[in-house]
């Protein structure tokens, strides 16, 4: 590196939390609405930046306060994107992205992505008045990733990403990486001595949750683009909001099809071709990566984790999640150190 050139500020504080349309158009973007282009405030809140080298993050809260849709051109590169609460409509390329969802007991379910554009992407927002989303987003160049996919054990996905090749995979963030996004939010706020070291740390943490989950021990994460048209990706999408919201109990095949306005047999094939099982094997899959993240993080027991997944019998559970992930549910909790009761 050029010792005469100055390093990039690690840490960046947005000193104007106000968002105007002038400065939306000075930096690219292109306004939708037809709404006044001057210096009229669409949105406040908190925002903070960390660099390094290779991989930058944009984290925060935006309110808005006027209505705003708008389109901007992203930069050719993999973006990890983490959506903790709150909703906005938004598209890259025309597939939708998905959106937290509340939960039955009334919690912000987090959702997120892993995209990958070899020519740059296309991102449509458009965001109503008094709507919020708190988010993340983690950019990478590929010669930074590139460093990990030189190992024997990266996965065959993983290199392809390398290569170049365009991606769209969901992932459900855990409890961890929920976690440690909000402390950012945090730290970027109070602003506590080594504040760059914090946040720099949980960055690469979450890229490692990130990775992990998508090209890791679940490769049932992975939903490539390649041959699903954006139609298909939002029923897949619209799918597993379904599927989130409904617990093993009350879900049923039929009327989950009514709702997303489509026949069994068509959610069949599209299960098929975008994951390589069926759509009960789909579904049950999901069920049991929950509950893998609630036997990591939290205290409840193996049995009432396991009911919730839709097995009445601890032993079909135990078969069905060894089967799945490669060793059974006790093991975890022998890792974490948290007693069953």
Do not use: C
């Given at each position: 590196m050029n010792s005469a050139v100055d390093p990039l500020p690690p840490v960046l504080a947005n000193p104007n939390p106000v968002l105007t349309r002038r400065e939306l158009r000075k930096n690219g973007v292109r306004v939708l609405d037809g709404g006044d282009q001057g210096d009229a405030v669409v949105a406040c809140g908190l925002v903070g930046q960390v660099r390094m080298d290779g991989i930058h993050v944009n984290f925060g809260r935006r309110m808005q306060v006027d209505d705003l849709e708008m389109e901007v051109s992203l930069d050719a590169q993999v973006c990890i994107k983490i959506f903790l609460e709150g909703y906005v409509e938004a598209s890259l390329n025309g597939v939708p992205m998905p959106m937290p969802q509340r939960t039955a007991q009334g919690r912000w379910q987090s959702s997120a992505i892993i995209v990958s554009h070899e020519n740059g992407a296309r991102l449509r927002r458009r965001a109503r008045k008094g709507q919020y989303l708190d988010k993340m987003v983690i950019g990478m160049s590929r010669e930074?990733?590139?460093?990990?996919?030189?190992?024997?054990?990266?996965?065959?996905?993983?290199?392809?990403?390398?290569?170049?090749?365009?991606?769209?995979?969901?992932?459900?963030?855990?409890?961890?990486?929920?976690?440690?996004?909000?402390?950012?939010?945090?730290?970027?706020?109070?602003?506590?001595?080594?504040?760059?070291?914090?946040?720099?740390?949980?960055?690469?943490?979450?890229?490692?949750?990130?990775?992990?989950?998508?090209?890791?021990?679940?490769p049932d994460a992975v939903m490539p683009p390649t041959n699903l048209t954006a139609a298909e990706q939002q029923r897949i999408y619209a799918l597993v909001q379904y599927i989130d919201r409904h617990s093993a109990q009350e879900l049923a095949v039929t009327e989950m099809a009514n709702e997303l306005g489509a026949s069994q047999a068509t959610l069949q094939r599209l299960v098929r071709k975008a994951h390589h099982c069926s759509l009960n094997e789909f579904i049950r899959n999901r069920w049991l990566t929950e509950a893998r993240q609630a036997l990591l993080f939290s205290n409840r027991s193996i049995s009432d984790i396991a009911y919730e997944a839709g097995y009445v019998h601890l032993s079909n559970f135990t078969t069905a999640f060894r089967k799945h992930f490669g060793y059974p549910p006790s093991s975890l909790r022998r890792q974490t150190g948290t007693a069953e009761g």
């Open positions: 930074w990733l590139q460093r990990f996919s030189e190992t024997s054990e990266a996965p065959d996905k993983f290199q392809a990403l390398m290569g170049g090749d365009p991606g769209f995979w969901q992932w459900q963030p855990n409890r961890k990486v929920e976690f440690l996004a909000r402390q950012m939010f945090d730290i970027a706020a109070r602003k506590p001595p080594f504040s760059a070291v914090l946040l720099e740390s949980h960055t690469l943490a979450i890229v490692y949750e990130a990775l992990t989950a998508a090209f890791g021990s679940n």
